[in-house]
Nanobody, 122 residues
Framework: QVQLVESGGGLVQAGGSLRLSCAASGRTFRGYAMGWFRQAPGKEREFVAT????????DYADSMKGRFTISRDNAKDTVYLQMNSLKPEDTAVYYCAAGPYGRSAPADFDYWGQGTQVTVSS
């Protein structure tokens, strides 16, 4: 059974930081790109960041560039999202995903976690 389990979400004040983790189990994700998406109430799921298997390629949504950093530890089957300078508009459920291509569309990812809530207060 494939599982992606996110952790690290919570409540933080504007300007603060959080580090999300996503642990994969149940199968090897060797060669897979990993991504982070988020979904706020009443909005569509949106791309946050993606990272290739060898971490040689990363991509970010424009609004996250310079504030968020995606990384991965393949030995631990874990991907991370370091979020700094958080804003109230970053409030959403954050999902990690795995897929064969490092693209930005949710349809390009085959496996999804259940999500972790991030709330940024003003």
């Amino acid at each position: 059974q494939v599982q992606l389990v996110e952790s690290g979400g919570g409540l933080v004040q504007a300007g603060g930081s959080l580090r999300l983790s996503c642990a994969a189990s149940g199968r090897t994700f060797r060669g897979y790109a990993m991504g982070w998406f988020r979904q706020a109430p009443g909005k569509e799921r949106e791309f946050v960041a993606t990272i290739s298997w060898f971490s040689s390629s990363t991509d970010y949504a424009d609004s996250m560039k310079g504030r968020f950093t995606i990384s991965r530890d393949n030995a631990k089957d874990t991907v991370y999202l370091q979020m700094n300078s958080l804003k109230p508009e970053d409030t959403a459920v954050y999902y990690c995903a795995a897929g064969p291509y490092g693209r930005s569309a949710p349809a390009d990812f085959d496996y999804w976690g259940q999500g972790t809530q991030v709330t940024v207060s003003s």
